[in-house]
């Protein structure tokens, strides 16, 4: 249970959302995601794979299991239409499970050491969606998301139908899965630049 926390925590000291064109909740991909106003509201979930975490240490003679100020994670994880993970500490879905649109990949920095992990801001995260694929694209940055927690981030643009898109991404931690990383939901209200 400890170490399914710690692998949770510190995954999630990088993760969030962010969409492009694809299938949402089973629908078509939809190649125009803004209504005539210039904003569009979607959820999607988020399941990291404890088995793609990186962590490099700021001071390397630190056992691997130690977090302190200054590391750096790298993980990846598939992207599920919304609703569609469980939540919980001991949920046992499987990350790489079929069903995915997408995938996430995320880098974090660590703000506080392993003891003050539960700290609001214990990291800074970028998370970069592919959905379905790297042609289409949306980057989203800001603080991490503590266990059961939900932080907001910034949408800082995409590619293709997302090029020009910014707005608020609110993520919540839903617990963690098989691998021992988390699932996450994420509510993304975009907004098209006017400066486009």
Not at 11 to 25: K, N, R
Not at 80 to 106: E, F, H, V
Not at 141 to 158: M, P, Q, S, Y
Not at 169 to 174: R, S
Request: hydrophobic share 35%; glycine share 10%.
């Amino acid at each position: 249970m400890k170490h399914r926390t710690f692998m949770c925590l510190a995954t999630t000291a990088l993760a969030a959302l962010t969409v492009g064109t694809f299938a949402i909740a089973g629908q078509e991909p939809n190649h125009q995601p803004f209504n005539d106003g210039g904003r569009k509201t979607f959820t999607i979930d988020v399941a990291l794979d404890a088995g793609t975490l990186v962590i490099n240490h700021v001071d390397p003679s630190k056992p691997p299991t130690d977090q302190n100020r200054g590391d750096t994670l790298v993980i990846d994880g598939t992207v599920y239409p919304g609703y569609t993970l469980p939540s919980g500490i001991n949920a046992t879905n499987d990350p790489n499970a079929p069903g995915g649109i997408g995938k996430i990949r995320c880098r974090a920095l660590v703000l506080v050491p392993l003891a003050d992990i539960t700290t609001p801001g214990a990291s800074f995260v970028t998370e970069m969606y592919s959905l379905p694929n790297d042609d289409r694209m949306m980057l989203v940055d800001g603080l991490g998301a503590n266990l059961f927690k939900t932080v907001r981030r910034a949408i800082l643009g995409g590619t293709r139908d997302f090029e020009g898109a910014t707005g608020e991404a609110v993520e919540t931690n839903l617990g963690t899965n098989a691998s021992g990383a988390c699932n996450l939901r994420i509510q993304f209200k975009l907004r098209r630049s006017e400066h486009r």
